[in-house]
Structures are given as structure tokens and as C-alpha cells.
């Protein structure tokens, strides 16, 4: 069975502590995502990795970076974490991305508090 | 302008019934792909259904069925005999044909709530 793991379900932090999520699929998937989650916002894509040590920013990838050093792992990493950045982190990864049909599979995601 | 639009943030429908969610979506692309996840209140995103833009007839999954509208740009989500289980976030996504388009497009979700 397909597994997307996300290292905490629930994750509390200081401002301007240096903050790091951790997501490690098990399923050989070339491209992985961070997406954040908001109330009345929806999804939106923070970073995503199309291969290893590749990157491309998304739509909101202000006060994060991505580090993909293996094809398994993929962090998000707030460098000094903010208030605005409590929310739920969601990884996810699919295979190749090159075919319109192919889904995302996703892991339980992270609900961060920034106090 | 927003890709994905869901107009209802939330829904109420009593057991058994059947339920439609609205997405509208927005797109140049003639190649693209629709899905709907469901979120239960653990978080993890389930997928449920998948309509491509070329396929001629609308997708089934189940209960799950996509009313799919391509002159209208509408990919509308029909829970049929609703149960207690399929209270929860769902949400409408779109990947787009063209080169280098990796990810999904996410709406901003219609919560349902089913009454018993």
C-alpha cells in the first residue's frame, strides 16, 4: 500500500525558532509537494520537487525553503518561524506528473502552532 | 482569477439522500485533468474520483459520481445515498495539460454534514 509519512501530527513553536517538517514517501515518486492548508483558503502549493535537489517555488513560498536530498524525503523548513505560519502542512507525492490523470497521494499532514 | 472555484463552503444533507457539490473550474488548457478529494476530520486527503477532459463519459466511483459540464467549465461532485461516514472537507482540484504543470490546483473546499 501506497504511504506518504509526515514525522508529527501536531507541532508547537516558538517565533523565530528554526522549524522543520519532515515527509518521506515510500512509493519511488519522482515529485513531491508542500501545500498549506487555511480555513476558507483551501490548498495552496508552497514548494514542490520534480526530482532530487530540484525545486520550484509555488504560489506562497515566501519564509519557507525545500531541501530534497534523497528521493524519498522532502523538508519544509521555516527558517524563523512567524504567528502567520500556524497552520496545516500537507506533503504529497506522485510519480511523474507528466500525464493529466495522475493523482496526488497524500500524508496526514502537520498542524503547526506558532506562538 | 481563481482556477478552481467552490461556492459552497458548506452543505447539510440528511442520510440517504443524495448530494451535489459545485465546482466550476477555469482553463485555457484543452488537456486537463478534475479530481475530487475528500478530508475526514484525521486530515489525510482521500482521492474519490477523476474526469479528464477528453473522456466522453462522466466518471463513477461507487457512490461517487462526477456530473461533468465542459461547455459550462463545471465538474460537479453526486454523493448519492449519503452516510454519516461522508461527513467531511471536500474539495475539487485540476491539473492543467501543459508542459511542466506538476501539481494540482485546489478549491477552497465545501464542508458536508450529514444528519442523521
Known amino acids: 500500500d501506497v504511504k506518504v509519512t509526515q514525522s508529527s501530527r501536531y507541532l508547537v513553536k516558538r517565533t523565530g525558532e528554526k522549524v522543520f517538517l519532515e515527509c518521506v514517501q515510500d512509493m519511488d515518486h519522482e515529485n513531491m509537494f508542500w501545500y498549506r492548508q487555511d480555513p476558507g483558503l483551501g490548498l495552496r502549493l508552497i514548494y514542490f520537487?520534480?526530482?532530487?535537489?530540484?525545486?520550484e517555488k509555488g504560489d506562497i513560498p515566501e519564509g519557507y525553503s525545500v531541501s530534497r536530498e534523497k528521493k524519498e524525503r522532502f523538508s519544509l523548513i521555516l527558517e524563523s518561524a512567524s504567528t502567520n505560519q500556524t497552520s496545516m502542512y500537507l506533503c504529497a507525492s506522485s510519480l511523474y506528473g507528466t500525464t493529466v490523470d495522475e493523482k496526488l497521494f497524500f500524508g496526514s499532514g502537520t498542524q503547526l502552532s506558532v506562538l | 482569477a481563481q482556477k478552481i472555484t467552490q461556492t459552497q463552503p458548506g452543505m447539510f444533507v440528511q442520510e440517504k439522500e443524495a448530494v451535489t457539490l459545485d465546482c466550476t473550474y477555469d482553463t485555457s488548457d484543452p488537456s486537463y485533468g478534475l479530481f475530487w478529494y475528500k478530508q475526514p476530520s484525521s486530515g489525510e486527503m482521500i482521492f474519490l474520483i477523476y474526469q479528464g477532459s477528453y473522456d466522453q463519459q462522466n466518471a463513477t466511483e461507487g457512490r461517487y459520481s462526477l456530473n461533468f459540464q465542459k461547455a459550462r467549465k463545471s465538474a460537479n461532485l453526486v454523493i448519492s445515498a449519503s452516510q454519516l461516514g461522508d461527513s467531511a472537507m471536500y474539495f475539487c482540484?485540476?491539473?492543467?495539460?501543459?508542459?511542466?504543470?506538476?501539481?494540482?490546483?485546489f478549491g477552497k473546499g465545501t464542508k458536508l454534514s450529514v444528519i442523521p
Open positions: 482540484a485540476m491539473r492543467e495539460g501543459r508542459a511542466g504543470s506538476y501539481q494540482l490546483t
Open positions: 520537487s520534480y526530482d532530487v535537489k530540484m525545486k
